[in-house]
């Protein structure tokens, strides 16, 4: 038997509204690609996917499917990936219970997600949940540092076709608040393994009598690992949270946690957890042991609370006593107002990197519970980032607003290949059972890192490999000298992983004979300088960590470019290979809900069309394919068209949407291939599509847009059905004829 050749080029099946424009897009790529001998294969990472691949045992053979995650684990370290990554589903628990309850609607024997594991079948099933729960995809992928910026063409749109920005009032009530300490910032600790030090470790937690709890064995470090160790208190926490429910209150604002749930997914659910218990911590004071017996676990949120309150025998009692909190407590921050969805209502719904930035984007405002917007209290609970939030809010309340036709760029350069800082893994995160002291003990048998905790607290491990951290810093240098902008290594002297990442980063730059070109500031100054230079029309190359590349590739380009979905997002594969996000941002649930109300799809794909552009570019690199290389340097023209005719999708029923807008891209795509005159091949098969698709745009449109308004069935959420997926996402029988499809 012969195993099939890799397609040249992998695109990724996901969820949600990516998913929707995939089924309309990916067909015209495969299309225009098959024309210049070019393979682009699927591999399915979608949150349905991922689950059905995990439980084989339970399906029918037909309904089985490869875990192609695993593969596109291992294809991402060969020299030759080339890999097209949309953004996916990482899913919180209640997001996890709703996929596996509409697979098993349809037929799919999946076992139901157990909360509270009590035999050892239940621990595996739950284990294999755990897999798949968060950020479980991108991790896996990113095996190499980030490079994210907007495209040129797309950051001069935006200039000259500037988005909306709320008014900043000098005045304005919205604050950040965050702990000042007790948290993961203070009590940080950090250290550089030697190679005496490396091989294999464990983390073990010691309580006041000397008894010993094994937290995790089996630990394996290279040498020249940065490795911290810290924690949060979970009274501090508790303390903390109790004082800003009252602050809020007072100062006539909105209650709000920003939180990352799904990156971090060990301690943020946990953290939110607390939220919600200290929120209801009347209701928890009398009920919390009879809602612990119902199976109620704060951390899955609000909403999954209220449902089993519902169904226990004592609901009406325990509605009237959350409703009686409710009516003290400051009012909420809304995910949905309309529906009565808070904040505090899934884990998931607030996700930090695109909220506050969204928050800021509006001149500080968030939605209330009555439908208006509100002043809020921003609340970060741990102090590592929460700056540069805090820094954003009072720059723009004393200088108002930043105007995006005038604004520069700042671009990421970031530091996120093989899980470094375990953002998006936490394999080594632990709610403490018993007081105690958790220390690490090395290879050599050095114990390292020790903290003093109690029952409750936070504590996790991070690791940062070396060879990652020397290829962040030379992809830093060559991103400076390409821009030859101002650059700022995002690093505090004071914060003891910074410190650490420093006894790397300066000795490179000295030899490099480039110290002279960056600036090394910590997250707050460098915000204020950022913001200032950007205000000026100047550019900046922020390079960063791990959670600021994602939380400063959401907050430039939402203020810059509106959205994050148009950023370019370069993966470097450490191993030689190319992995082209798309876009910076989400899988946009609303853009479904309005699909499915009045198929209108407002979802942009300009990040796809960035990423497809620089994958064809980077084939032809790699495999000296020169109708790749056409074909690339065409999607960049097709892009800029788009751009130019104003043919991107906007927000209401008649107006473009994303079909009619990839119709134009086919068509700007398939007028560059026809233009050119470097290959006669391309140019015969391509001229006579450009045509058809110019003389029949009334036809094709007509036809895209004859059910918009209409409700749309996708026969799914989480596992659309593919016929009537393709059904609403290729309406036009014109454009199939012509693209040879139909
Ligand atoms: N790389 C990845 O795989 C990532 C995955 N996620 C996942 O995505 C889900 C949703 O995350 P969330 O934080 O809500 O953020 P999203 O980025 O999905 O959505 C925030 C808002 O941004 C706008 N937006 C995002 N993408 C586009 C686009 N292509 N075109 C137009 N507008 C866009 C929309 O605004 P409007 O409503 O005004 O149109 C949207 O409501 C979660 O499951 C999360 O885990 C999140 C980040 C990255
Ligand atoms: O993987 C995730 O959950 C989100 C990733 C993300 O937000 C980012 O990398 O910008
Ligand atoms: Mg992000």
């Known amino acids: 038997m012969t195993t099939p050749a890799t397609p040249d080029i992998i695109y990724t099946k996901v969820d ?94 999946i076992p139901t997600y157990p909360e509270d594991p009590a035999t050892d079948a239940e621990k595996s099933i739950r284990a294999r949940f755990d897999a798949i729960k968060g950020s479980a995809v991108n991790p896996v992928l990113r095996e190499g540092n980030s490079d994210r910026r907007a495209a040129v063409a797309v950051k001069n749109y935006a200039k000259a076709n500037p988005h909306s920005m709320g008014k900043w009032a000098k005045d304005s009530k919205t604050i950040v608040s965050t702990m000042s300490a007790n948290d993961f910032f203070s009590n940080e600790k950090s250290i550089i393994l030697s190679s005496a030090q490396s091989g294999v470790a464990r983390i073990e937690l010691i309580a006041p009598d000397g008894g010993l709890t094994v937290l995790k064995d089996g630990l394996k470090f290279t040498a020249g690992t940065v490795l911290d160790a810290t924690f949060m208190s979970s009274r501090a926490l508790d303390t903390f949270l109790a004082d800003q429910i009252t602050a809020t209150k007072s100062a006539g604002v909105l209650f709000s946690i920003h939180l990352k749930a799904t990156m971090m997914k060990v301690s943020d659910p946990i953290i939110f957890g607390h939220a919600v218990r200290v929120f209801l911590q009347p209701v928890f004071d009398v009920y919390g042991d009879k809602m612990a017996a119902a199976g109620i676990n704060p951390n899955s949120g609000l909403g999954a609370l209220l449902d089993q309150v519902a169904l226990m025998a004592e609901a009406t009692e325990i509605m009237a006593a959350i409703d009686a909190v409710m009516a003290e407590r400051p009012p909420l921050y809304m995910v949905n107002s309309d529906k009565g969805i808070t904040n505090l209502h899934v884990p998931s719904d607030v996700i930090i990197d695109a909220s506050i930035p969204a928050l800021i984007r509006a001149g500080g405002k968030g939605w209330g519970p009555d439908g208006k917007a509100a002043d809020t209290n921003c609340i970060i609970p741990d102090s590592s980032y929460a700056p540069i939030y805090d820094e954003s809010v009072a720059y723009f309340k004393e200088t108002g607003a930043l105007d995006p036709a005038t604004a520069g760029t700042v671009q990421n350069v970031g530091l996120m290949a093989q899980k470094a800082e375990e953002y998006g893994s936490h394999p080594t995160t632990f709610e403490i059972p018993h007081a105690g002291m958790v220390r690490i003990v090395l290879a050599n048998g050095d114990e390292v890192l020790e903290q003093t905790v109690a029952a409750g607290d936070i504590w996790r491990a991070a690791s940062t490999k070396q ?107 450490m191993n030689g290979g190319g992995m082209f996000e798309t876009g910076a941002g989400g899988s946009a649930p609303k853009h479904v809900q309005q699909l499915v109300q009045e198929n209108h799809l407002r979802w942009d794909s300009l990040g796809e069309f960035c990423a497809l552009g620089e994958s064809l570019k980077f084939l032809a690199e790699t495999t000296d394919n020169h109708k790749a290389r056409i074909l690339g340097h065409a999607v960049d023209r097709a892009t800029q068209g788009v751009l130019d005719h104003n043919k991107s999708p906007e927000g209401k029923v008649g107006q473009t949407d994303n079909r009619a807008s990839h119709y134009f891209f086919a068509l700007y795509w398939a007028q560059a291939l026809a233009n050119q005159n470097e290959d006669p091949v391309l140019i015969a098969h391509f001229a006579p599509i450009a045509a058809a698709l110019a003389e029949n745009e009334a036809t094709i449109l007509a036809e895209l847009t004859a059910t918009e308004g209409q409700p749309a069935d996708l026969g799914g959420y989480f596992h659309t059905d593919p016929q009537k997926t393709n059904a609403i996402m290729r309406p036009s029988a014109t454009m199939l004829r012509i693209l040879g499809d139909a």
């Open 16 to 109: 949600e509204a990516p998913q929707l424009a995939s089924a309309s897009l990916l067909p015209i790529i495969q299309s225009f690609a098959r024309a210049a001998g070019v393979s682009v294969g699927v591999k399915d990472i979608s949150l349905a996917g991922r689950i059905i691949a995990s439980f084989p045992e339970n399906l029918t053979p037909d309904q089985r499917q490869p875990d192609d995650l695993a593969e596109l684990g291992e294809l991402v370290k060969s020299p030759g990936a080339n890999v097209i990554k949309l953004p996916n589903i990482s899913a919180s628990v209640p997001q996890l219970v709703a996929a596996v309850k509409e697979l098993q609607a349809k037929g799919y024997a």
């Open 467 to 573: 060879a990652p951290i020397e290829d962040w810093v030379q992809l830093a240098i060559s991103r400076q000298k390409a821009e030859g902008c101002q650059a700022i290594f995002w690093l505090d002297e004071g914060r003891a992983h910074d410190a650490e990442l420093l006894k790397y980063v300066r000795p490179i730059l000295a030899a490099a004979g480039v110290a002279d070109k960056f600036q090394i500031l910590t997250p707050r100054a460098a915000t204020r300088l950022s913001l200032e230079t950007i205000r000026k029309g100047q550019d900046s190359i922020a390079i960063s960590g791990n959670v600021l590349r994602d939380y400063l590739t959401d907050l430039f380009p939402i203020l810059e470019l509106g959205t994050s979905a148009k950023m370019l997002s370069i993966v470097k594969l």
